[in-house]
């Protein structure tokens, strides 16, 4: 069973930073990507940053210029560098895996998520 764990989140006043961690576990074939989402109260989660096995990277505009994903493929580690940070991205962080295993089968995995708050 693959686990993954994040670690990082917490309370920043407005401008301030924060950087989130994330690690899997478990028996895994193969990585094809990692990521973060987010969830804030009474709206969808939504993509902030994903990184593939072979580098390629992608950000929501809302945090273009202030956010920083970086992965480790050997470590089967993923991390967010947020910079000025905005009340509007106060949300629960959930990190996100695209793993197959030796079936060569192909899944998502999720963490248990992080709680991101900004204050004004």
């Known amino acids: 069973q693959v686990q993954l764990v994040e670690s990082g989140g917490g309370l920043v006043q407005a401008g301030g930073s924060l950087r989130l961690s994330c690690a899997a576990s478990?028996?895994?074939?193969?990585?094809?990507?990692m990521g973060w989402y987010r969830q804030a109260p009474g709206k969808q989660r939504e993509l902030v940053a994903v990184?593939?096995?072979?580098?390629?990277?992608n950000y929501a505009d809302s945090v273009k210029g202030r956010f920083t994903i970086s992965g480790d493929n050997a470590k089967k580690t993923v991390c967010l560098q947020m910079d000025s940070l905005k009340p509007e991205d106060t949300a629960v962080y959930y990190c996100?895996?695209?793993?197959?295993?030796?079936?060569?089968?192909?899944?998502?995995?999720w963490g248990q998520g992080t709680q991101v708050t900004v204050s004004s």
């Open positions: 996100n895996a695209d793993v197959q295993n030796y079936s060569r089968k192909n899944y998502d995995v």
């Open positions: 478990g028996i895994i074939f193969s990585i094809n990507g």
């Open positions: 990184i593939s096995s072979s580098g390629r990277i």
